[in-house]
Nanobody
Framework: QVQLVESGGGLVQPGGSLRLSCAAS??????????MGWYRQAPGKQRELVAT???????NYADSVKGRFTISRDNVKNTVYLQMNSLKPEDTAVYYC?????????WGQGTQVTVSS
């Protein structure tokens, strides 16, 4: 089995920052060649892509977070990060870590991010 454990969510004021982490463990042979990413789901909305990063470090961002969020990964620790700056109320959502390994998607349990004054 594959386990993805997220951490780092919480309550932050508009303009603030948070850093999310997602550590992968279990049957993750080949993870260094995989794509990892972050998605989010706000109440009443569909899950949407936030950012992805390939094994080679190529990144892709949703237009709504470009210039504010940065995705990175540590292939030694099997961990992906999401640095979120200049947070806005519309960034409020449950954030999910994703691992695409051998063409199969794995998901974390989600971590709540709330941006509010």
């Amino acid at each position: 089995q594959v386990q993805l454990v997220e951490s780092g969510g919480g309550l932050v004021q508009p303009g603030g920052s948070l850093r999310l982490s997602c550590a992968a463990s279990g049957r993750i042979f080949g993870i260094s060649t995989s794509t990892m990413g972050w998605y989010r789901q706000a109440p009443g909305k569909q899950r949407e892509l936030v950012a992805t990063i390939t094994s080679g470090g190529s990144t892709n961002y949703a237009d709504s977070v470009k210039g504010r969020f940065t995705i990175s990964r540590d292939n030694v620790k099997n961990t992906v990060y999401l640095q979120m700056n200049s947070l806005k109320p519309e960034d409020t959502a449950v954030y999910y870590c994703n691992l695409n390994l051998w063409r199969k998607d794995y998901w974390g349990q989600g971590t709540q991010v709330t941006v509010s004054s």
